[in-house]
């Protein structure tokens, strides 16, 4: 249920009470929040989260869960329970050995993927290598066939104004963008092209041109997704043997047990997770 102290056990109970929850899967809740106050996080409430963390991620792997859906962390307090990861995204990726993955997002009309996700933004250009920008693509090109069942329709952003306006306003289009899409082009059953100007690409999806985005870094797929389907959004993490997914927003400590949280994020995250299960039922028990 995420951190305690945030609006993680609220978001779940009632996702778990709504009438358009998904009634094929099979719920159980892992953390304990009674020792916790709404909207006051502490070391302690962080260390249970990262407990129900780690069950959930052995419990995938003994064949108890067939998929995981996650409530929101506090990174900085999770560091002092001992997690080291960026996010929850790496911390199943690492304990499911899975080590090509992406931070993917869906909501609405408009599926998003990352090529880099937790990293500044200075760091972004000297990260975008073609093969980086090909494994996302391959990631987004089998999470939409399975989700369709037809071939998907991709774009690849662009990092620059106007995907750089033919080097006029940068580089990396030429240098490596442009690249990547022909390597994506070559090894996934998708219609594949880009790289796009990013100002007019995530209109043009939501307006039905593309199933989904490959998106350079964090905030150029999550602000039109948010803007989009901020409450129906879902993260989902692409690439790991069990399907994970999660609500696309934070602890919101100070709405914590005042009434105001909303569950539908939540919802569609279960929903999702329940899908997905489904759709790619059996996992092999490691």
């Not at 020792?35 to 996080?41: D, F, I, T």
């Not at 560091?79 to 609405?108: D, S, Y």
């Not at 599926?111 to 987004?140: D, F, M, N, Q």
């Not at 490596?176 to 209109?203: E, H, K, M, N, Q």
């Amino acid at each position: 249920m995420g951190d305690p102290a945030g609006v993680g056990p609220e978001i779940v109970r009632l996702a778990l009470a709504s009438p358009l929850l998904d009634q094929s899967a099979t719920f159980e809740v892992l953390g304990d929040h009674e020792a916790s106050r709404p909207g006051q996080p502490t070391p302690e409430g962080a260390a249970c989260a990262l407990a129900a963390l780690e069950s959930a991620a052995a419990g995938a792997l003994e064949g108890r869960f067939q998929a995981i859906v996650t409530g929101p962390i506090h990174k900085a307090l999770m560091r002092t329970a001992g997690f080291v990861f960026p996010g929850q995204t790496e911390f199943f990726a690492h304990r499911w050995g899975a080590f090509e993955h992406a931070m993917c997002l869906t909501g609405g009309c408009l599926t998003v993927a990352l090529v880099t996700a937790h990293v500044p933004y200075a760091s972004v250009p000297a990260l975008l290598t073609p093969e980086k920008i090909a494994l996302t693509g391959r990631l987004l090109s089998s999470f939409l066939r399975l989700r369709l069942g037809r071939r998907p329709r991709i774009a690849v952003a662009g990092l620059n104004p106007h995907a750089g306006e033919s080097g006029l306003l940068g580089t990396e289009e030429q240098d490596s963008i442009a690249s990547g899409v022909d390597l994506l082009r070559g090894s996934c059953d998708s219609d594949v092209s880009g790289p796009w100007p990013p100002d007019t690409l995530f209109y043009r999806a939501v307006s039905g041109d593309f199933d989904g985005v490959v998106c350079m870094y964090h905030d150029q797929g999550l602000i039109p997704l948010k803007l989009h389907a901020f409450h129906e959004g879902v993260n989902v993490t692409l690439g790991l043997p069990y399907p994970r997914t999660s609500p696309d927003h934070g602890t919101a400590f100070a709405l914590a047990a005042k009434g105001g949280a909303n569950p539908t994020s939540m919802l569609a995250a279960l929903n999702l997770a329940a899908e997905l299960a489904r759709k790619r039922s059996p996992f092999p028990v490691q």
